[in-house]
């Protein structure tokens, strides 16, 4: 039996089984990931977001929607969060954590509807909130777009095949204009571990995007942005295949956690 198809039947009915226990950590889908042999890391990739959608599949609307709420609470109790100057926050597909009542928090303190980007440049308390645009499918083909009109904005957006909401691109705000403001990033996923490792789509447009946001910020004489990845408890699994490509991230938050990256407190849980 090929490798990825073995791997893949022996993740499944593991993840399948905690679908009905959304907020347990997954356990044994890394352990064979490891232990595979064979298995090459494109394998263990792909048997991975195969699982994890099929999870996805076993949750209501409704199951999503208590989830999602519970894990955004968290984000905008983050300290790094609430002082950025600007936030870059993903509009989510039915099946993830859903960034609603994310962005409602986001643009209900220090956010202007109707500002510029000329105002917020000049004025360090407003706060800036983009979103991501996919022109093509080259992994440099996504950009960030600035939000100037709040939720109503956002509603007008025309959906794309995905169902998610997606602006224009926006010509008077290119990264060197956008990444000053980049404090932090909100980042989906399809996995992720509790040392902030990340599994996405396999397209490279955010690792791409990440690359060229922090090398502008270095430009620009400032630190790297602060990546967070925003995940459901069926997301977080043992331990997710890295390549040189991948990106870790800063924290990770869950309905009941917030993992930590930092050196001293790396795969750490706070539950509060």
């Not at 204009?177 to 996923?189: K, M, S, T």
Request: glycine content about 10%; hydrophobic content about 45%; overall charge negative.
């Amino acid at each position: 039996m090929r490798s990825g198809l073995r791997l893949a039947l022996a993740l499944q009915p593991v993840i399948l089984r905690e679908a009905a226990r959304p907020r347990t950590l997954i356990s044994g889908m890394a352990a064979f990931a490891q232990d595979g042999g064979d298995a090459d890391l494109v394998a263990q990739k792909k048997a991975m977001r195969s699982a994890i959608k099929e999870a996805f599949a076993g949750l209501s609307a409704e199951d999503i929607a208590e989830q999602s709420a519970r894990a955004v609470s968290r984000v905008l109790a983050i300290e790094e969060v609430q002082s950025a100057r600007g936030v870059c926050a993903y509009l989510s597909m039915p099946k993830e954590l859903q960034t609603g009542q994310l962005l409602e928090g986001l643009f209900g303190s220090r956010y202007t509807e109707g500002a510029t980007m000329d105002d917020v440049e000049a004025d360090a308390d407003l706060r800036l909130v983009c979103v991501p645009k996919v022109t093509g499918r080259d992994r440099h083909d996504m950009c960030m777009v600035p939000v100037l009109g709040g939720t109503a904005e956002i509603d007008g957006f025309p959906k794309n095949k995905w169902k998610i909401p997606e602006p224009a691109v926006n010509p008077d705000a290119p990264l060197e204009r956008l990444a000053p403001l980049l404090d932090v990033v909100l980042i989906p996923g399809v996995a992720f571990d509790a040392s902030c490792n990340r599994l996405g789509h396999g397209k490279g447009y955010y690792d791409t995007f990440l690359e060229g946001l922090t090398a502008a910020r270095e430009a620009a004489g400032l630190p790297p942005p602060t990546l967070i990845g925003l995940g459901l408890g069926i997301q977080v699994l043992d331990a997710v295949p890295m390549d040189a490509h991948d990106r870790q991230l800063d924290r990770v938050v869950t309905p009941d956690a917030v993992y930590l990256r930092d050196s001293e407190h790396a795969g750490g849980r706070d539950t509060l």
